[in-house]
């Protein structure tokens, strides 16, 4: 019984752990998301300052094509992290259905134990009536 109380710490921690990563990951890409929107912001500000809109011309504003570049950088690794998302979702709905069978089989052995003690209990309830009723 003991090991089974460890085994479900066990899984418990392991679901809390992939619910934090599955967090941080939320966290992480909404946080490029909305770097990149701001850097959307400040490319138009540059290209209405400069007049420029056009982004192979040849006197488009250098930090507008920097602040493009870092853009496409963030919204391509919060493309990665929606994968790897993806990946900690599923990783949390394993590491749920194993602590879910372990609470499972922790509960119908503790639903047992009750059972066999109201068994007992029971048992000695009828046997002390029965001393009861010898003795009237």
Do not use: C, W
């Amino acid at each position: 019984m003991k090991s089974r109380e460890t085994l479900l710490r066990l899984k418990r921690f392991q679901v809390d752990e992939k619910r934090r990563q599955v967090t941080q990951l939320k966290t992480m890409i909404s946080e490029f998301e909305r770097m990149a929107a701001e850097l959307d912001v400040q490319v138009q500000a540059e290209q209405n300052r400069a007049g420029i809109h056009d982004i192979t011309h040849f006197a488009y504003p250098t930090f507008a094509k920097a602040a493009l570049t870092r853009r496409e950088n963030l919204l391509n690794s919060a493309n990665d992290l929606k994968d790897q998302l993806g990946a900690a979702r599923a990783a949390l709905a394993e590491a749920f259905e194993e602590m879910k069978k372990i609470e499972l089989l922790d509960e119908r052995d503790r639903e047992a134990d009750r059972a066999l003690q109201a068994t007992r209990d029971q048992a000695e309830m009828d046997h002390i009536a029965g001393l009861r009723a010898a003795n009237r």
